[in-house]
């Protein structure tokens, strides 16, 4: 599913996901609890208000998509 990310950048562009926005709703990322990479982009496991997503970033295409959800 792909979807809008703010993201904070500091040292590099798109260093890390601040918001993501669902249907019509801003969701804000309270923790940063992991980051990884492959190739082709970056994941990052963050939480959020209701749960715990992955967010993945297509570096290529300049995209993000949600790639996972669990609710806590």
Do not use: C, N
């Amino acid at each position: 599913m792909q979807i809008a990310v703010e993201t904070y950048s500091g040292f590099k562009a798109d260093e890390r996901p601040v918001r993501f926005r669902l249907g019509e709703r801003w969701i804000a990322v309270r923790d940063l609890l992991d980051r990884w990479y492959d190739p082709a982009g970056a994941y990052f496991r963050v939480r959020a208000e209701d749960g715990v997503y992955i967010l993945r970033h297509d570096e290529r295409a300049d995209a993000w998509t949600l790639a996972s959800f669990r609710r806590e």
